[in-house]
């Protein structure tokens, strides 16, 4: 009879554990984590490519009247410009990837 109470006190332990283990330890589960990785992975790439979409911006032949033409755009149409202008695209690839174009935009209208 003295194993019942036993065992509903690791259960209950068990439980409590977990509760605290997930609100406060850190504790996530594993599509958390894949998430995580994932998002981390995106934003690394992201900040490796933007920089070579600004070089390939700078080496066209009108690259200052094409960055007058860049600042005059609303914020919210400065991402496109660039994709369709091909800046975002990576040699070798066919598309640009999501968030270069964005990031690129940042780099070139801080620089000059």
Excluded at 24 to 33: H, I, P, Q, S, Y
Excluded at 86 to 109: F, N, Q
């Amino acid at each position: 009879m003295q194993a019942k109470p036993a065992a509903w006190g690791a259960i209950g332990g068990a439980v409590a554990l977990a509760i605290i283990g997930f609100s406060w330890g850190g504790w996530v589960t594993g599509g958390n984590a894949a998430q995580a990785a994932s998002d981390s992975a995106k934003t690394a790439v992201v900040s490796v490519l933007a920089p070579i979409c600004a070089v390939q911006f700078h080496a066209q032949v009108d690259a200052a009247g094409k960055l007058a033409e860049l600042k005059a755009l609303s914020s919210y149409e400065r991402s496109d410009f660039v994709e369709k202008g091909g800046w975002a695209t990576m040699p070798g690839s066919e598309a640009p990837m999501k968030g270069v174009a964005y990031a690129c935009v940042e780099i070139l209208t801080t620089d000059a």
